[in-house]
């Protein structure tokens, strides 16, 4: 007869040494029960796995490369009986440890089963991890990864943008994982994968010092594993959808599933998901009455795994992640213009195959091959990708709406006369003096004659007056496509060959190719080609054609406001080869050196985890390799070279060769250190120490060789150009905790630290100390900003005690520093300015942040009886509150904060003196499990955000320290200007003040089936 008896499994804990990425390590002792004394020879399984082992003399046993998971391990030995221990976690990177007492037969004959609980103290923990697992995820009212790590200590989430900051670092300083894969973009540093939430085995949240395995991040690290296929058939299908109620649905709509299961054999498994998703609105606002327009995202992601048991011990493995979203951008600007708003196109790709082998019983090691791929198109709402289809030689703007909105479509009819043009090309309406007066204009517009007949674009061309009307509104003037992948190999080896000693180390490369076309000003300059193919060379045929200088001219005056590397400058969909030299599709740009750029990283590692008794030490050193592998400026305030060098083949405005050289390259080591110990039975301290170092974004790094000629001697508009020679950014952190707990129940934990960081990027103006040697001034990047991090975390945890279980957390930090991302100095560089470094709150500086889970469930046949029936088993109630105080700003005189012109604000208090308002937020999900047939079941949820429909401010004006108006109207400058314009200028310009950005996410309800099986 089956006896469960329902209990914590004794001893198991998580080491904190870091392991393979997405497995773990099962260990314990076994022990007679009666006696006490250890038990050699007694076999350790985990059900419907190959994974297993035995244990030693001593009675220890150790599985190494588990998959992460939740695991049956069983016990069985002659003369005991078996014992079974469910719900064993493995989490990746980390191991379970779990000692077993075993019943001699005489006095027990049935099958005993424990339930595992992880304890509430991680007595091998030396830094902070926050652990979440399927199971919980399935309960939190939260969708995606990026939910749930906001949720963790340390991490404070800007609601305006959707951001996520750990433990005050800047955005890009998290390294994101699924299965082992990084899946931040080395462009930008952001990390874009989705993942269906059936696909989520467990998240791993490092907010602390992570050990010497981890590199290229500074505030963190997320390691998200994805399930893998058992021996049986499983999978799920899922819906999800808002519109049960029409009145208040912003058009919230995905649809996912999921399957797992054997291949032919026992010996290869796989697991698949996918999941569509159609959001109208994918991110509403409170104020915005209903959905906003052009708002919405339709994406797609598949997710994979084929394992392969090839022999015992050894297993080769394939997965990947793809996800792909098309998003509409609501700007208020283009309100009245909304189908100009940009748009884009995001695709994201990491793949991975590795052999695991394990070496004796104490040995292992993994080595791996990935790929990340990740490219994205951004752009004008109407005309997307079709670059020539954006020229308009006077792109409507901000006439008729005062400068606060872009105009909407208009029919009106302008005029424009006597506008030859002898230079070949300029910026407004541009036409050209031909053979014979004529002049050419650009297509996309309807030409009229002075009596409104509708002309030819040929007719018109020679026409001395022009009239014509605009046949749409302003079109959004920038245009991006980029492109970054990296192959990857690596190898880790692990073992404890050495009594008390978890020895970890390896080495990983990565070569990335990097592709970058961005067109500043695509509406204000494409026009001039479509002006070149309009009127094409002259010749017998086409008398009035251009010459070749002129049609030249013309050309480069469209293509001269682009940076690009790795595509053609006449075409941005074709690729450039790193070498390029035959690849170039006009004489007049050098794109010999504007190539793919291919960046190499090399890292190793050492990390050793001593454990004494009940001491920890982890130890480790990292090294790190960052080559740009590109040209640099030989000296960076002289760009060009020196008015003064009379050297033969030299010039000093132009970029030649000798002004350029190979750009550095940094070596970087870094030690970490954690201790751990417990200071009583039921008090933990641990301490950890720590050296990190990232790369910056490569954006930062690289820029078109063309491109920084021309915007050095040009000068105009503000673009910062890219710096080879950035050094990688440096963070120094400490961190302690103890924790204690309470009648085995209850945990209260204070984490308290500290972080110096240095050589962060910023934006400078650099011009030559002396200008008789150059007069060339302009912005690039350097490394010259840093910052400190204070603060504490407060974690209290109840397990389920009575159907309840809560978790709480309160942070209190303070971030400073002098600049909070790397444009934060634009306005300065731009002017030409004195950089003043001030030490103020960043801009993320989220004084107090508040976190609180309470969670109500009931198991089969538990909870309110109403005859034979039990209403409420395997049923739950979530709740989750979040409230943070308000991010920093900096009070100003009362201006026109909402003008689409240029104006300079005029400071009242020191940077970042003041604080927005506190934010407030209560989510809830009900869910019911109803059990089918065998095997099968239909959960069914409602999903609530922001129950209490609560108007959060997440972005307020400096002027009046609230989101709904500038008080601009209330001073002198405003009533001239509403006197000036008239009693519409006030309607207009309320209504540009009412922006619905300036405010968080509104009341919303979804409901949810999901059919297990």
């Known amino acids: 007869m089956l006896k469960r008896i329902l209990m914590s499994c004794l001893g198991f804990s998580i080491p904190i040494s870091l392991y393979a990425g997405t497995t773990g390590k099962l260990s314990g002792t076994v022990t007679d029960s009666q006696t006490g004394e250890t038990i050699p020879g007694v076999s350790i399984t985990l059900e419907g796995t190959v994974y297993g082992g035995a244990t030693d003399v001593s009675g220890n046993y150790v599985i190494y490369n588990v998959p992460a998971g939740s695991y049956t391990l069983q016990a069985s030995s002659v003369g005991y009986a078996k014992t079974k221990i469910e719900n064993v976690k493995i989490i990746a990177d980390y191991g379970a440890k779990v000692n077993l007492k075993l019943s001699p037969e005489s006095i027990q ?12 103290i991680e007595k091998t923990q030396t830094s902070s991890i926050s652990i979440v697992t399927s199971e919980e995820i399935s309960k939190l009212p939260t969708r995606g990864y990026n939910e749930v790590v906001s949720l963790q200590a340390g991490v404070v989430e800007d609601e305006d943008t959707g951001n996520l900051y750990i433990r005050g670092g800047r955005i890009g300083e998290v390294a994101y994982y699924v299965d082992g894969v990084s899946q931040n973009n080395p462009l930008t540093g952001e990390a874009n994968t989705s993942l269906n939430n059936g696909a989520i085995e467990q998240v791993v949240v490092i907010s602390g010092g992570f050990n010497a395995e981890y590199g290229r991040a500074m505030s963190g690290a997320v390691n998200t594993t994805t399930k893998s296929g058992g021996k049986s058939f499983n999978g799920s299908l899922e819906v999800v959808t808002d519109k049960v109620s029409p009145d208040e649905s912003y058009g919230y709509n995905i649809y996912g599933g999921t399957i797992g299961g054997p291949l032919f054999t026992d010996k290869i498994n796989f697991f698949l998901s996918g999941e569509f998703r159609d959001l109208e609105d994918r991110f509403p606002r409170s104020t915005a009455s209903g959905k906003l327009p052009h708002n919405g995202l339709s994406g797609f992601t598949g997710q994979g795994k084929l394992n392969f048991n090839i022999i015992s011990g050894l297993d080769l493995e394939f997965g990947g992640v793809w996800s792909q979203d098309k998003v509409d951008e ?11 708003a940009a748009k884009r196109d995001d ?12 070496i004796g019983s104490k040995s292992f090691y993994e080595v791996r091959y990935n790929n990340f791929y990740n490219q994205r198109f951004r752009g004008d709402g109407t005309h997307f990708k079709d670059l020539e289809s954006y020229g308009r030689s006077s792109n409507p703007s901000h006439d008729r709406y005062y400068t606060v909105f872009w105009n909407e479509n208009l029919d009106t009819t302008y005029t424009l006369s006597n506008l030859a043009d002898t230079t070949g090309f300029r910026s407004g309406w541009n036409s050209l003096n031909g053979a014979g007066g004529t002049r050419t204009i650009d297509n996309g517009f309807a030409f009229y004659d002075k009596t409104g007949n509708l002309v030819t674009e040929d007719q018109a061309a020679k026409m001395d007056t022009i009239y014509y009307k605009k046949d749409e509104g302003h079109v959004f003037n920038r245009y991006l496509h980029s492109e970054s992948s990296y192959h990857g190999v690596s190898f880790d080896y692990t073992t404890q060959v050495v009594d008390n000693h978890n020895i970890k180390f390896g080495f990983a490369g990565e070569r990335h190719t990097l592709r970058r076309y961005e067109h500043i000003a695509p509406a204000t300059s494409m026009h001039l080609y479509n002006v070149a193919q309009i009127r094409g060379l002259k010749t017998d045929a086409n008398p009035d054609g251009l010459t070749q200088e002129d049609y030249d001219a013309l050309v480069k005056g469209a293509f001269t406001d682009v940076n690009a590397y790795g595509y053609q400058i006449l075409d941005p969909e074709k690729e450039l080869s790193s070498g390029a030299k035959d690849d170039a599709s006009t004489a007049f740009f050098n794109e010999s050196e504007n190539g793919a750029k291919h960046p190499v990283t090399v890292s190793a590692y050492l990390q050793d985890t001593f454990e004494w008794e009940k001491f920890v030490l982890d130890i480790g050193f990292r090294f790190d390799y960052l080559d740009a592998a590109t040209k640099a400026l030989k000296d960076p305030r002289v760009p060009l070279g020196s008015k003064l060098d009379t050297t033969s083949n030299v010039s000093s405005d132009k970029l030649d060769p000798s002004d350029l050289t190979d750009s550095k390259v940094y070596k970087k080591i870094s030690p970490r250190i954690g201790i751990a110990f417990p200071a009583t039975e039921t008090t933990h301290f641990y301490f950890s120490y720590g050296k990190f170092y990232q790369q910056p974004h490569l954006q930062d790094l690289y820029v078109s060789y063309d491109f920084l000629e021309y915007k050095v001697r040009t000068g105009g508009y503000y673009f910062a150009l890219g710096n080879p020679n950035l050094k990688p950014e440096e963070t120094i952190a400490y961190e302690t905790g103890v924790t204690k707990t309470f009648n085995d129940n209850m945990l209260f ?15 400078q103006n650099l011009t030559s100390p002396d200008l008789t040697v150059s007069d060339f001034g302009y912005a690039t990047y350097i490394n010259s900003d840093y910052g400190t991090v204070k603060g504490v975390d407060f974690e209290y945890e109840m397990k389920r005690t009575n159907h309840v279980a809560i978790g709480a957390k309160y942070g209190l930090m303070w971030t400073k520093g002098t600049g909070s991302n790397p444009e934060s100095q634009r306005n300065v560089a731009w002017t030409g300015g004195e950089v003043v470094k001030t030490v103020a709150p960043l801009d993320f500086d989220q004084r107090h942040n508040i976190s609180l889970n309470i969670d109500i469930s009931n198991k089969a046949k538990e909870g309110m009886m109403i005859g034979d029936f039990y209403p409420f088993e395997n049923a739950s109630a979530n709740f989750q509150f979040n409230a943070g105080s308000g991010f920093p700003y900096t009070p100003v005189v009362p201006y026109n904060e909402v003008t689409l012109l240029s104006v300079s604000e005029n400071p009242v208090r020191s940077l970042n003196s003041e604080n927005g308002p506190w934010t407030y937020s ?38 009046s320290g609230a989101s709904n108006t500038t008080n601009y109207l209330n001073t002198p400058a405003g009533q001239n200007e509403l006197n000036a314009n008239g009693a519409g200028f006030e309607s207009v310009y309320q209504n540009a003040e009412s922006n619905p950005l300036n405010y968080g996410q509104p009341r919303q309800v979804r409901f949810g089936l999901i059919l297990n099986f």
């Open 109 to 120: 004959t049935s099958e005993v089963v424990v339930v595992a609980e992880r304890p509430l």
């Open 330 to 340: 609501y700007i208020h600007t283009y309100k009245f213009d909304i189908d100009h």
């Open 347 to 358: 695709t994201n790709r990491s793949l991975y195959g590795k052999i695991k082998q394990t």
């Open 749 to 763: 934990g204070i984490k308290a630290y500290y972080k110096d960081i240095n050589d962060l990027v910023q934006v």
């Open 922 to 959: 209560l989510d809830m999900k009900l869910n019911k499990t109803f059990n089918l047939i065998s095997k099968m079941n239909l959960e069914i949820y409602c999903l609530v955000k922001n129950l209490f429909d609560t108007e959060n401010q997440v972005d307020i004006y400096k002027s």
